[in-house]
């Protein structure tokens, strides 16, 4: 149907990247990148899509779009050692051997972040990740979100009606539960009901600290700067050690669990400038970060706003 569209562009049109990160996908990647095709109905596009050690046939059908002129198609076949690895499993406690699979997934969006600071896209405006594992995504509301955050200079993420990417969401004014992760309280995270916030059912934009939930839109200029991580980088500290002096409603167990070492992984790291041990936390032998935390944290002490678009639907 896109191709058929006769789209009239004017010089100063935003242009937009489209991004993905896939892997096993061979069952929805061609329709959710024909769906993606639909922006050209609105701006001048490219879509980029990476790849890595898929099992299925996600490579044959990525060989099958690699000839349309809007998409480029990056795909390897990587092998994962102790050497080439900052984490690994914490073989002392699990018994397992085995590389990180945030890190693995921060890599390959960095892989797209070195390719998206080609000169080819100087003059493109928004970056839009997208998960190709997607069921639907409404891509109006994309478009709105591009809009509001070429106009503010924010980043927005996408809602659903059941809310599922909690691993990657620090929220503002939840529960400050909420506002913790794993590397912080360790396994408690896991085991805490209420970090489980209401759905975001409210038309206007939510603030966050980080957040994305399969879509995130962001200003392209900041991929200059800030990349993906998986670890406790400087800028996970201060913002951390910024929320905890700030907010005084801690519950006493969360205070506990920041201060002390996790039960189930206990040789965490303690922090030489505040009362905190960072937890080698989900039976990897270094601490371990969401990688959209790491690069939204950055983007906090950059300036920058970040809020849930509830308008922007994501279903998987």
Same mark, same amino acid.
């Given at each position: 149907?896109?191709?058929k569209l006769?789209?009239?562009? #004017? ?12 892997k096993?996908v061979?069952?929805?990647?061609v329709?959710?990148?024909e ?9 001048p596009? =490219? ?16 060989? #099958? ?11 390897? #076949?990587l ?6 690895s900052?984490?690994w ?13 945030i ?6 969006r ?12 100087d ?45 990657a969401?620090?929220?503002?004014n ?22 489980? &916030? ?7 934009l939510f603030?966050?600290y ?15 700067k ?10 996970? =500290? ?6 905890? #002096?700030?907010t ?12 002390? &070492? ?12 505040q ?6 936390n ?12 790491v690069?939204h ?6 300036g920058?706003?970040?809020?849930i678009n &509830? ?6």
């Amino acid at each position: 149907i896109y191709l058929k569209l006769k789209i009239f562009y #004017t010089p100063t049109m935003t242009k937009v990247l489209i991004c993905s990160v896939i892997k096993d996908v061979a069952h929805r990647i061609v329709s959710n990148v024909e769906r993606a095709h639909t922006f050209g109905q609105y701006f001048p596009y =490219k879509i980029l899509l990476y790849e890595n050690n898929s099992t299925d046939t996600t490579k044959q059908a990525l060989a #099958t779009l690699s000839s349309h002129p809007h998409i480029k198609v990056i795909m390897e #076949t990587l092998s994962y050692t102790k050497d080439t690895s900052k984490v690994w499993a914490y073989t002392k406690i699990t018994q397992s051997d085995h590389p990180c699979r945030i890190e693995q997934i921060a890599n390959a969006r960095n892989q797209l972040v070195h390719e998206l600071n080609h000169p080819q896209y100087d003059d493109y405006d928004v970056v839009v990740w997208i998960d190709m594992d997607a069921e639907d995504f409404d891509v109006p509301s994309i478009v709105d979100s591009i809009h509001q955050v070429q106009q503010k200079n924010i980043v927005l993420f996408a809602n659903s009606p059941d809310y599922y990417d909690y691993y990657a969401l620090r929220c503002h004014n939840f529960q400050c539960t909420n506002l913790f992760g794993p590397e912080l309280i360790g396994e408690l995270y896991w085991n805490i009901d209420s970090k489980y &916030p209401a759905h975001f059912h409210n038309s206007d934009l939510f603030e966050v600290y980080s957040a994305f939930n399969g879509i995130g839109v962001y200003p392209k200029k900041i991929f200059q700067k800030h990349k993906y991580d998986c670890i406790i980088t400087p800028e996970v =500290k201060s913002l951390y050690k910024r929320l905890i #002096t700030n907010t005084a409603s801690i519950p006493p167990y969360i205070k506990s669990a920041i201060q002390n &070492p996790c039960p189930k992984f206990p040789e965490g790291i303690v922090d030489d400038d505040q009362d905190i041990i960072w937890k080698r936390n989900c039976g990897y032998d270094q601490p371990i970060v969401c990688e959209h935390v790491v690069l939204h944290f950055s983007l906090i002490l950059d300036g920058y706003k970040l809020y849930i678009n &509830p308008q922007m639907k994501f279903l998987r």
